[in-house]
């Protein structure tokens, strides 16, 4: 299986851990992403987002920092057995926080959908929510 890597660089307005805490608060990513979602804070621990449409697990933590998770998708295509590892930055600056976002092993054909998903149902809504607007 072809996979490719997605890579982005989002500002926001919030201090690192702010935006840390929206990935792995699950009462504040059920609010940003407007579904349910179930999240340990452990390493190995398990997380479902958007109703089981994703899943994975925790394999580093460090709070305020970095995020790295497993990541599987139940989509049409999407391997059965296949995780893609997902790795959040978070770097405080004189903005707020940048955050560098790597998804890598993301199955070819599914590249297009996640590339823009993370904007739609992420990115976009991290700022609104921290710019007051959610």
């Known amino acids: 299986m072809e996979t490719k890597t997605i890579q982005h660089i989002v500002q926001f307005s919030g201090t690192p851990m702010e935006v840390y805490e929206l990935i792995m608060d699950q009462e504040l990513h059920s609010e940003i992403t407007n ?58 600056n004189d903005d707020g926080t940048k955050m560098t976002f790597t998804q890598t092993e993301v199955p070819a054909d599914k590249f297009e959908a996640l590339d823009s998903g993370w904007y739609r149902f992420y990115w976009d809504n991290m700022t609104d929510y921290l710019d007051g607007n959610l």
């Open 35 to 92: 579904s349910e979602a179930t999240m340990s804070r452990e390493i190995d621990g398990e997380f479902d987002v958007f109703e089981g449409y994703c899943q994975g697990y925790n394999i580093e933590l460090i709070e305020g920092q970095k995020i790295v998770q497993a990541w599987q998708f139940a989509e049409d295509g999407w391997p059965e057995d296949h995780f893609s590892t997902c790795t959040f930055i978070f770097e405080p």
